[in-house]
């Protein structure tokens, strides 16, 4: 955050799950600074670092899921239900 500045912002966004075939998607990996400053694995995580920010100099945006989803849609679901 140092390193930044009071006026910088970062913006860290995961990779998206990439379809491997039909309705199989290849093993999920997380965009390395994203697991090393969160340690959180899922995709679609959006992460703010704005060092010079009062309040909220860390912010991270996870999407939204619906519990079932995967078994409608007919995936497995990496999340607990």
């Not at 965009?31 to 694995?41: A, R």
């Amino acid at each position: 955050m140092r390193r930044l500045g009071p006026d910088a912002a970062l913006l860290l966004a995961s990779p998206p799950e990439q379809l491997r075939n039909g309705d199989t998607h290849f093993k999920f990996r997380q965009d390395s600074d994203i697991l090393y400053l969160t340690g959180f694995e899922e995709p679609g995580t959006v992460v703010v670092v704005r060092p010079g920010h009062e309040t909220m100099r860390f912010v991270l945006f996870v999407p939204i899921t619906i519990a079932g989803l995967a078994v409608f849609v007919g995936r497995h679901s990496r999340r607990s239900t």
